[in-house]
């Protein structure tokens, strides 16, 4: 017994002391502006004891010594030491500085823009922000209070969201994760159902606008959006989320992260599950998000970083859009009525259904070679797989197979019953869908060395080689014994199909890009200047399973070689005011759709042109700490742009017109402010006035999809039409007011107007009076959206916990956000799909 009181002894001596030898240190980060940073890293200097600051830029930390530094970093602005001890524990305001150096190897890497240095019109959303605003919304919504951004749902389904940026559409933004591409590269498009995790483990978003900073051989017209993931930045620890909304809406998942180890390795894994109904009727949708890091810090001159990203997805899709009439008449649906699903035997179907994942693996190499030079390379690869579900036959869309009036769901049980009634006739309408996978390579690599102290250059390669597989596929005869297959091009008809039986189309895409890109800065003092240039050399080809034979199925390659240099300077006039301008030429290869003479073709199109682009910008500066502001005025013009659009011929059989010649002309202005009166609130502003206009008259050669003959040849009458499918003019107004130590508020007014219905410019012949006389098309009425959240932090059981409340378009305004012109470009002909009205969600976070 003796022994054991002694033992006893022993060990509270070893625990008091220690106890006693910790110490727990508070504080608040904050920038120069006093503007809290989120997510911002502190560690216990020489340990991996660290916590990052909470979404008011507070921490916490409980270090193991009673004295000792802190360090405290924050991706764009410099790391700063701070001292502490038992007597000096509550810290303060930390204040960190942007970082002007761009010596950090995650700026090289992923082309992140440095404010006062990087002269390009720049916003950078912090985690935070995404984590106290996205609600259940579209990941691209979070973007919508950024100047010259336009972000809808589209169609309302989960991952269908499109982004306009300067009245560019995805397919002329780059989209990066982590520096690296993800546009697809036959068609420019973003799907952003398949990054529907990254809200989870996004350390920061930048968007820039214009020509940007983004060091790729091919440069983007309307902008970039970069998103940094987690790192080894990400401390250890983790968190659970769960979350729940409007119409079903469920997500739970977790993230974890070892942080850096003494052996140099840090992991961070986040998964989670998100479902729901959808706020459009018939809109279900299930996904899985996943990420993965592995990053190991070799030594002080090598790390190395393993990527893994993807969501397994499946969503309904409201496909076909209505006139406003059709939508009013619906007394069950509304704008909220969707044509696109039924139920069959009592559970929901769809005629319009998505499922894909494509996710993306990427192995990064960060080599310090010496403290001039850096270089910095990613070796990456993507595996798609999924497709769309399409139908086959007219009775989907006939009003006499719904369960009741016009607005009420399609009933399936009826085709299908016909369909089995039908025997050996076979099925008339069926389920098909259109399949693609692809195989997509590619290689990174960015060197960049300190010729002086005044003089930067740096330069790399851009690679990539994609094979993408298309093809259409029966995938349900709903009851019938086969489908004739009666289809109008002669080389695919006259089949009686089999579920799993292909049709319509067959053919892979090849597409590889190289390039060359090279960068010199000068900085110096207030000054910084650059000039870069690029060169690539894009190749397409295409191979045809379907309308060709073994002999003549594949077609040549074509090569077009593109190019671009564009300049810019940036000048502090003092430590409050900048000023900036950038200018930029590029030549840019056509797309990979706009180079054959059709889908059902491997004829290369004779008249595919590099579209051209000239850019011009200025901006201004202002920053104090209790106000900011930004000033930009750009001008882009995009010289021959190629278009091309497939239609059903005047008789049934199946037309293209290729459109060259497209001019467009976009300028504008933009403003943006942050004005911190108090400590306790901040009102955030801006002004995106935009003036986009088709500059030129343009030509079409018409073809006959079958036979190839040239059917006609016409002048398209674009010249001063609106550039349309993005709201010209957008405002944005925003108050945040913390309440409490760890609870605030905060609302956020959107304004959209000059928003112009998609047009067809193939009908704009001088055929029809409206368009002789240059009418443009419809016009959108303008809508005033508003949006509330409250976030209040607290503790479970001593855990640092966050409640979040969001309610998006608080007033349940009824507004159009996306249209399609009509035949008389009035509001009776327009389709449109109406956007969401009030939607809602509650989330909880548990850090631990």
């Given at each position: 017994m003796k022994n054991f009181k002694n033992l006893l002894f022993v060990a509270m001596f070893f625990i008091t002391a220690t106890v006693l030898g910790q110490t727990k240190i508070t504080g608040t980060i904050?920038?120069?502006?006093?503007?809290?940073?989120?997510?911002?890293?502190?560690?216990?200097?020489?340990?991996?004891?660290?916590?990052?600051?909470?979404?008011?830029?507070?921490?916490?930390?409980?270090?193991?010594?009673?004295?000792?530094?802190?360090?405290?970093?924050?991706?764009?602005?410099?790391?700063?030491?701070?001292?502490?001890?038992?007597?000096?524990?509550?810290?303060?305001?930390?204040?960190?500085?942007?970082?002007?150096?761009?010596?950090?190897?995650?700026?090289?890497?992923?082309?992140?823009?440095?404010?006062?240095?990087?002269?390009?019109?720049v916003s950078t959303i912090r985690a935070a922000d995404i984590e106290a605003k996205l609600s259940n919304q579209e990941f691209p919504e979070i973007l919508k209070s950024t100047p010259g951004v336009y972000a809808t749902k589209s169609g309302g389904g989960y991952g269908d969201g499109e982004i306009n940026l300067r009245g560019f559409r995805t397919q002329n933004i780059a989209v990066m994760i982590n520096g690296i591409p993800v546009n697809d590269m036959e068609n420019g498009a973003v799907y952003w159902s398949n990054w529907a995790g990254l809200s989870d483990v996004t350390s920061a978003m930048q968007v820039q606008r214009g020509l940007g900073?983004?060091?790729?051989?091919?440069?983007?017209?309307?902008?970039?959006?970069?998103?940094?993931?987690?790192?080894?930045?990400?401390?250890?620890?983790?968190?659970?989320?769960?979350?729940?909304?409007?119409?079903?809406?469920?997500?739970?998942?977790?993230?974890?992260s070892t942080g850096l180890m003494d052996n140099g390795f840090a992991v961070t894994a986040s998964a989670s599950k998100v479902s729901g109904e959808g706020y459009v009727d018939g809109l279900q949708f299930s996904g899985v998000n996943y990420f993965l890091n592995v990053s190991n810090q070799v030594n002080e001159n090598h790390k190395l970083s393993f990527n893994a990203i993807g969501t397994i997805q499946e969503h309904g899709q409201r496909f076909n859009r209505r006139t406003i009439a059709e939508y009013k008449a619906t007394e069950q649906g509304g704008k909220r009525f969707n044509p696109d699903w039924g139920y069959r035997n009592g559970k929901v179907e769809n005629?319009?259904?998505?499922?894909?994942?494509?996710?993306?693996?990427?192995?990064?190499?960060?080599?310090?070679?010496?403290?001039?030079?850096?270089?910095?390379?990613?070796?990456?690869?993507?595996?798609?797989?999924?497709?769309?579900?399409?139908?086959?036959?007219?009775?989907?869309?006939?009003?006499?197979?719904?369960?009741?009036?016009?607005?009420?769901?399609?009933?399936?049980?009826?085709?299908?019953?016909?369909?089995?009634?039908?025997?050996?006739?076979?099925?008339?309408?069926?389920?098909?869908?259109?399949?693609?996978?692809?195989?997509?390579?590619?290689?990174?690599?960015?060197?960049?060395?300190?010729?002086?102290?005044?003089?930067?250059?740096?330069?790399?390669?851009?690679?990539?080689?994609?094979?993408?597989?298309?093809?259409?596929?029966?995938?349900?005869?709903?009851?019938?014994?086969?489908?004739?297959?009666?289809?109008?091009?002669?080389?695919?008809?006259?089949?009686?199909?089999?579920?799993?039986?292909?049709?319509?189309?067959?053919?892979?895409?090849?597409?590889?890009?190289?390039?060359?890109?090279?960068?010199?800065?000068?900085?110096?003092?207030?000054?910084?200047?650059?000039?870069?240039?690029?060169?690539?050399?894009?190749?397409?080809?295409?191979?045809?399973?379907?309308?060709?034979?073994?002999?003549?199925?594949?077609?040549?390659?074509?090569?077009?070689?593109?190019?671009?240099?564009?300049?810019?300077?940036?000048?502090?006039?003092?430590?409050?005011?900048?000023?900036?301008?950038?200018?930029g030429y590029f030549s840019r290869a056509p797309i990979f759709d706009n180079v054959f003479d059709s889908d059902y073709s491997v004829e290369l199109y004779d008249g595919a042109l590099n579209e051209k682009v000239f850019s011009l910008e200025l901006g201004y500066g202002f920053k104090t700490q209790v106000f900011s502001a930004n000033v930009n005025l750009y001008n882009t013009s995009w010289i021959d742009r190629f278009m091309t659009f497939s239609l059903p011929g005047a008789d049934g059989e199946f037309i293209t017109s290729n459109v060259t010649g497209l001019d467009a002309l976009h300028q504008g202005i933009e403003v943006d402010f942050l004005f911190r009166p108090m400590d306790k609130l901040a009102i955030t502003g801006m002004a995106s006035l935009g003036n986009w206009r088709w500059k030129d008259d343009a030509s079409a050669n018409t073809f006959n999809d079958t036979t190839g003959e040239l059917i006609s040849s016409e002048t398209i009458y674009a010249k001063d039409l609106k550039?349309?499918?993005?709201?010209?003019?957008?405002?944005?107004?925003?108050?945040?007011?913390?309440?409490?130590?760890?609870?605030?508020?905060?609302?956020?007014?959107?304004?959209?107007?000059?928003?112009y219905a998609t047009m067809n410019v193939t009908g704009r012949t001088?055929?029809?009076?409206?368009?002789?006389?240059?009418?443009?098309?419809?016009?959108?009425?303008?809508?005033?959206?508003?949006?509330?959240?409250?976030?209040?932090?607290?503790?479970?059981?001593?855990?640092?916990?966050?409640?979040?409340?969001?309610?998006?378009?608080?007033?349940?305004?009824?507004?159009?956000?996306?249209?399609?012109?009509?035949?008389?470009?009035?509001?009776?002909t327009a389709q449109v799909y109406y956007g969401a009205g009030r939607t809602f969600s509650l989330g909880l976070k548990v850090k631990f």
């Amino acid at each position: 017994m003796k022994n054991f009181k002694n033992l006893l002894f022993v060990a509270m001596f070893f625990i008091t002391a220690t106890v006693l030898g910790q110490t727990k240190i508070t504080g608040t980060i904050v920038d120069e502006t006093n503007q809290s940073l989120p997510g911002a890293s502190v560690l216990e200097k020489g340990t991996t004891n660290g916590v990052s600051a909470d979404f008011d830029g507070k921490f916490s930390l409980t270090a193991k010594s009673s004295s000792g530094t802190l360090v405290i970093s924050f991706i764009g602005y410099k790391s700063r030491e701070v001292s502490f001890s038992a007597a000096n524990s509550k810290l303060g305001s930390i204040k960190l500085e942007e970082d002007n150096s761009l010596d950090e190897i995650i700026v090289t890497a992923t082309s992140f823009a440095i404010d006062r240095k990087t002269p390009v019109a720049v916003s950078t959303i912090r985690a935070a922000d995404i984590e106290a605003k996205l609600s259940n919304q579209e990941f691209p919504e979070i973007l919508k209070s950024t100047p010259g951004v336009y972000a809808t749902k589209s169609g309302g389904g989960y991952g269908d969201g499109e982004i306009n940026l300067r009245g560019f559409r995805t397919q002329n933004i780059a989209v990066m994760i982590n520096g690296i591409p993800v546009n697809d590269m036959e068609n420019g498009a973003v799907y952003w159902s398949n990054w529907a995790g990254l809200s989870d483990v996004t350390s920061a978003m930048q968007v820039q606008r214009g020509l940007g900073a983004s060091k790729v051989a091919v440069p983007s017209i309307g902008g970039t959006i970069n998103i940094i993931s987690k790192s080894t930045d990400a401390l250890k620890g983790g968190s659970i989320v769960m979350s729940t909304g409007n119409d079903g809406y469920q997500k739970y998942g977790m993230t974890l992260s070892t942080g850096l180890m003494d052996n140099g390795f840090a992991v961070t894994a986040s998964a989670s599950k998100v479902s729901g109904e959808g706020y459009v009727d018939g809109l279900q949708f299930s996904g899985v998000n996943y990420f993965l890091n592995v990053s190991n810090q070799v030594n002080e001159n090598h790390k190395l970083s393993f990527n893994a990203i993807g969501t397994i997805q499946e969503h309904g899709q409201r496909f076909n859009r209505r006139t406003i009439a059709e939508y009013k008449a619906t007394e069950q649906g509304g704008k909220r009525f969707n044509p696109d699903w039924g139920y069959r035997n009592g559970k929901v179907e769809n005629s319009s259904f998505n499922f894909y994942h494509k996710p993306q693996i990427s192995l990064n190499h960060d080599w310090t070679i010496s403290d001039k030079t850096y270089l910095t390379t990613s070796v990456y690869a993507s595996f798609g797989s999924g497709g769309g579900r399409r139908t086959q036959g007219t009775k989907f869309s006939s009003d006499s197979y719904r369960l009741g009036d016009i607005d009420q769901p399609i009933n399936f049980d009826q085709i299908v019953a016909e369909n089995i009634a039908s025997g050996a006739n076979g099925a008339t309408d069926i389920f098909a869908a259109s399949k693609n996978s692809h195989e997509w390579y590619g290689v990174l690599s960015t060197l960049k060395t300190d010729l002086s102290e005044t003089l930067t250059l740096s330069g790399g390669i851009d690679a990539r080689s994609y094979v993408g597989s298309h093809w259409y596929e029966v995938t349900d005869l709903l009851g019938g014994q086969y489908f004739y297959n009666d289809d109008l091009k002669e080389k695919t008809g006259g089949q009686a199909l089999k579920v799993g039986d292909k049709f319509n189309k067959d053919y892979d895409g090849k597409v590889g890009r190289y390039g060359l890109f090279a960068q010199l800065e000068y900085s110096k003092d207030d000054l910084s200047v650059f000039f870069s240039t690029s060169v690539s050399n894009s190749v397409y080809s295409k191979v045809d399973r379907m309308s060709y034979g073994a002999e003549d199925r594949e077609s040549e390659s074509a090569s077009f070689i593109g190019y671009s240099t564009k300049g810019g300077a940036n000048y502090n006039l003092d430590e409050k005011q900048k000023v900036f301008a950038n200018i930029g030429y590029f030549s840019r290869a056509p797309i990979f759709d706009n180079v054959f003479d059709s889908d059902y073709s491997v004829e290369l199109y004779d008249g595919a042109l590099n579209e051209k682009v000239f850019s011009l910008e200025l901006g201004y500066g202002f920053k104090t700490q209790v106000f900011s502001a930004n000033v930009n005025l750009y001008n882009t013009s995009w010289i021959d742009r190629f278009m091309t659009f497939s239609l059903p011929g005047a008789d049934g059989e199946f037309i293209t017109s290729n459109v060259t010649g497209l001019d467009a002309l976009h300028q504008g202005i933009e403003v943006d402010f942050l004005f911190r009166p108090m400590d306790k609130l901040a009102i955030t502003g801006m002004a995106s006035l935009g003036n986009w206009r088709w500059k030129d008259d343009a030509s079409a050669n018409t073809f006959n999809d079958t036979t190839g003959e040239l059917i006609s040849s016409e002048t398209i009458y674009a010249k001063d039409l609106k550039v349309s499918d993005a709201a010209q003019t957008t405002f944005a107004f925003g108050l945040k007011y913390d309440l409490l130590g760890k609870t605030s508020i905060s609302l956020d007014y959107n304004y959209a107007g000059d928003n112009y219905a998609t047009m067809n410019v193939t009908g704009r012949t001088a055929d029809s009076p409206e368009e002789a006389d240059r009418t443009n098309t419809w016009k959108l009425p303008n809508y005033h959206l508003f949006d509330l959240g409250l976030r209040h932090g607290f503790e479970i059981a001593g855990l640092n916990s966050t409640l979040s409340a969001n309610m998006n378009n608080i007033f349940d305004v009824e507004y159009i956000s996306d249209a399609n012109n009509g035949s008389n470009s009035s509001y009776d002909t327009a389709q449109v799909y109406y956007g969401a009205g009030r939607t809602f969600s509650l989330g909880l976070k548990v850090k631990f």
